[in-house]
């Protein structure tokens, strides 16, 4: 395996026969928690923009070698997303008055994300289908994790309103 696809692939997870893009998921989140933990929110901000500048052009490399747009295999993507949608999360959480809301934060991002990135509503389908290359691969997952964040940062409140 190349380094590249060893890089597009998050480590071999998005190799899954099947669900890649779950496994990919699931995969980038204990790293995202661990970056969390020992390094801080601005260390995983900036690995963020840079695997996904990083991702862009990589994958117009891989594209443009195979042939074939937005590969299942191609799980950077997911893992960017995550991330984002993680920090927004975990932003909340540290927040809230009750217990366990960074463990909450955790899984309602994992699932908010997922929920977008699957079901594409709005914007971030339009780009899934209409911008092409890296950008597009890249994009509709970052706006997904923007979402999911988002939507994790609701629920987070939502349930500090009902303590």
Known sequence: MTLQKLFLTFGGAGLSPKAPGTVGTLASLPVGVAILHYFGMETLFMLTIAITIIAVFEINKYETSTGIHDQQHIVIDEAAGMWLALMIAVSTAVTMPYP??????????????????????????????????????????VLAGIAGGILSSVLLIAIGKLF
């Open 100 to 141: 366990y809301a960074e463990i909450l934060a955790i899984i309602f991002s994992f699932a908010s994300f997922r929920l977008f990135d699957i079901w594409k509503p709005s914007t971030i389908g339009w780009i899934d289908r209409e911008v092409k290359g890296g950008m597009g691969v890249m994009m509709d997952d």
